[in-house]
């Protein structure tokens, strides 16, 4: 599906590139437009691909061009002014060539954990096209004040788009490496899942060697209903399609589709669909009680097989208890790899966001209590002067 995609802040605008990157790459055409929006001059000019036209600095009266240093209040507050400079950036997008809004953010900051709801409500009251979120989750080392943020963030967010699409790094990092290299590698992860995701809604209908082609409407309709959605992921080295002829094929000759193929190519599929289900998601969670859910085979066509993701999207539908269970493949002849993407939407039991919320009340009271603690200080301070002052103001 063609998406309209809005990076908020640092994480978003690189994460935006990053699909840039993965379109040219593999020409999978998910990417309609591109803008960036951040308040912070920096940042902007360090991304490679959104077009130089639709970078949008916001809040530079306020800021100078220098973030707004993780105060997420002052994000929103400075997206609502300048909401229509963004709008400006947005006008140049072709809206009836776009399935869908997308605004990347990370949570944890604050250009992006503050505008982001603030922009997905203004895209909601002008346009008729979903507004999908995707929401960045900070690693729970960075501190009290990005969890804080975060976790209101998320509470605004997720109830101003159609859907929340979450990727916690928290989940993610990988101790031992440095944040920079982490953060490049943990993008690959979010571009690579949801690309093949997206993706698979790009394929012609009915090509020559489709079964079941997955078609953007089966994205949207398991994205309806809104609430939080998280992604699974396997894959498993094949023979590419193309430049074949290899050893194998010549043995067997063209149309040996002998019934012991069949069965490992069924087999295969329903591997990686447990797999999928069952390894790390994007966001950690039950699967059980998951809304909805979309089941996409990626690989070259002669590997994916209508039975082996009609089993697949069964197991799925047993393990989530919905009965709103899609499924479908994306054929891609020339990779290397067979790979499942499952898509869980409206998930319930999600122990990351219990723990958010729960750190984020602890982090407010902490921070009430302190500014209490400072009012008194001062009092004190200021009392102990017998001498009368009058004040400044
Ligand atoms: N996955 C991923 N997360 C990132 C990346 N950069 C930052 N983050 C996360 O996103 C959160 C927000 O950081 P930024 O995006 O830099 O914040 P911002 O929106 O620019 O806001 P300010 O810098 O406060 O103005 C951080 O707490 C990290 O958890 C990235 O490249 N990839
Ligand atoms: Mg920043």
């Known amino acids: 599906m063609k998406l309209a995609m809005i990076g908020f802040g640092q994480a978003g605008g690189k994460i935006v590139d990053k699909f ?6 593999t020409g999978s055409g998910i990417v ?3 803008v960036a929006v951040n308040t912070a001059k920096a940042d902007l000019l360090g991304l490679e691909r959104v077009p130089e036209d639709n970078r949008v600095l916001i809040g530079q009266a306020r800021v100078k061009g220098h973030g707004v ?15 229509d400079e963004v709008q400006g950036a947005i006008d140049n997008i072709p809206v009836h060539e776009v399935d869908a ?10 250009t992006g954990s503050g505008g982001s709801p603030v922009l997905a409500k203004h895209l909601k009251r002008i346009y008729t096209e979903p507004v999908y979120g995707m929401g960045v989750l900070p690693g729970g ?7 804080l943020n975060a976790a209101r963030s998320f509470q605004t967010f997720v109830r101003e788009v159609d859907n929340l699409l979450v990727f916690d790094n928290d989940a993610w990092r990988k101790s031992g490496e440095s ?7 943990i993008n690959d992860e979010i571009v690579k899942r949801f690309g093949i995701l997206f993706g698979a809604g790009e394929v012609e209908q009915g090509g020559a060697v489709a079964e079941s082609v997955v078609d953007s409407s089966e ?23 193309k430049g074949g002829g290899g050893l194998l094929s010549r043995f067997k000759g063209d149309d040996s589709d002998d019934g012991m193929d069949t069965a490992n190519t069924t087999n295969r599929i329903t591997s990686l669909v447990r797999k999928a289900a069952l390894g790390r998601l994007t966001l950690p969670c039950e699967i059980d009680g998951a809304e909805r859910a979309l089941l996409v085979l990626s690989g070259p066509p002669k590997h994916l097989n209508r039975k082996g993701i009609e089993r697949g999207r069964k197991w799925l539908e047993e393990q989530t208890g919905s009965m709103e269970v899609r499924g479908g493949d994306y054929p891609v002849p020339d990779s290397g790899y067979v790979a ?9 039991n999600v122990p990351r966001i219990k723990e958010l919320q729960q750190v984020a009340i602890e982090a407010q009271d902490n921070i009430d209590e302190i500014r209490q603690e400072s009012k008194a200080n001062l009092d004190e301070l200021v009392e102990d002067d017998d001498d009368e002052l009058d004040p400044l103001f």
């Open 20 to 25: 840039l990157e993965y379109d040219e790459r």
């Open 32 to 34: 309609r437009s591109a």
């Open 69 to 83: 240093g993780a105060d997420n209040e002052l994000g929103a507050e400075i997206a609502e002014e300048d909401i």
């Open 101 to 110: 809004f997308l605004i990347v953010a990370g949570l944890g900051g604050g």
């Open 141 to 147: 080392d960075e501190g009290g004040i990005y969890t």
């Open 179 to 185: 944040v920079q290299g982490g953060y490049d590698e």
């Open 219 to 241: 994205i949207i309709n398991t994205l309806a209903g809104g609430g939080v959605s998280t992604v699974g992921y396997a894959a498993e080295e094949v023979e590419p399609e």
């Open 340 to 348: 499942s993407v499952i898509l869980l939407s409206g998930v319930h």
